[in-house]
């Protein structure tokens, strides 16, 4: 229905001369233009990108993830940039020292420097219910409202040698993991709602995804661990690799499973099951993370692996770094631009 819904809708595109969409609404009677409205803005939420974050400030964008493609978006600054998340008009990136800064469309020049009101080495970042949190070191979590990035909330929580290193979003509540397998979940991430389902099973974890389907973190000594809802430290699945790599970043695309770690260590898996893991790629430094668009997983590293490395399966994978200056990159993340309305006529 809504491949023919999409044809109806370019035939008005191509075939009417009376409408001019644009900023302005159209009259209430008039569906051609409402059509050209609904096509206008359908076609603005097309155009993915992925954005890789780093070393000194690090920021290279892509929309087709190709090799040659990625353009120098660098912040400028001596601080290590560590995760970036999309939400639905903002790019939030994170990093060292509290550093927080966002961009409607993350090219070089767009980004604004926000204060969070920590000091901490921020960790992660994540986009839910209208609203981007972010954690780190000493327990930190910050949460601010997509519509006001300005103001930022201190939800801090387990203080005491924790650090807060992967979180998410899914299933209508935010998944957070950290130090000694610690893993709470909360529906509005505010101080005082966040619920322990830890596991217990002493191991550092350093990310947390979630696939559509289920929760899965990775951690020390390859720990991987998966769960239908997050609900419970008893609903998590012991799912180790098999290798003993500490593992960095995990992503999820396809119906594929993919975890990255030290010695340049990439797993993939069809289900994230025990016993249905393989390592797919290895080098030399740590990969630290990894992102899946546009039919493509990515994988960003440091210097001595490849900086960018991409795979249509997450079996295969080819460098695509050529011409990346960056040291070291630590966190990447793919998303749909948010366009806002159109300003000038579609024909």
Not at 245 to 262: C, D, E, K, M, Y
Request: glycine fraction near 14%; proline fraction near 2%.
């Amino acid at each position: 229905m809504r491949r023919y819904i999409l044809i109806l809708l370019s035939g008005l595109l191509l075939t009417t001369t009376q409408c001019r969409v644009h900023a302005t609404e159209c009259d209430a009677d008039d569906f051609t233009c409402e059509s050209l409205t609904l096509l206008a803005y359908l076609h603005s939420k097309l155009q993915g990108r992925f954005i890789a974050v780093g070393d000194a400030g690090a920021i290279y964008y892509s929309d087709s993830g190709a090799a040659g493609s990625w353009q120098d978006a660098g912040l400028g600054i001596s601080n290590q940039m560590t995760a970036v998340a999309f939400g639905n008009q903002y790019i939030v990136a994170v990093g060292a020292t509290g550093q927080v800064w966002s961009s409607a469309e993350g090219e070089r020049g767009t980004w604004t420097r926000h204060d969070a009101g920590t000091t901490a080495d921020l960790r992660a970042v994540t986009y839910g219910e209208g609203k981007f949190i972010v954690s780190g070191a000493t327990g930190s979590v910050f949460i601010a409202d997509e519509s006001d990035l300005a103001t930022w909330r201190d939800a801090s929580f387990q203080t005491a040698g924790n650090n807060w290193s992967g979180i998410t979003y899914g299933q209508g509540r935010f998944v957070i993991a950290g130090s000694a397998c610690r893993s709470w979940y909360s529906e509005t991430g505010e101080a005082g709602t966040w619920v322990d389902a830890t596991i217990g099973c002493g191991s550092n974890l350093f990310d947390i995804e979630y696939s559509g389907t289920r929760f899965f973190y990775v951690g020390v000594s390859g720990a991987l661990r998966y769960s239908p809802d997050a609900l419970s430290s008893g609903s998590w699945v012991f799912a180790n690799t098999g290798g003993g790599s500490t593992l960095f970043g995990a992503a999820s695309g396809n119906g594929v499973f993919i975890a990255t770690g030290a010695s340049g260590e990439i797993w993939q898996s069809p289900s994230a099951d025990n016993g249905t893991w393989t390592m797919r790629a290895s080098s030399v430094n740590n990969v630290e993370d990894a992102a899946y668009g546009n039919g493509l997983f990515i994988a960003a590293g440091d210097a001595g692996t490849p900086l960018l490395q991409s795979s249509p399966d997450g079996i295969t994978w080819t460098d695509i770094s050529s011409g990346l200056s960056a040291t070291g990159l630590r966190g990447i993340a793919f998303g749909y631009l948010p366009r806002g309305p159109l300003e000038a006529p579609l024909y």
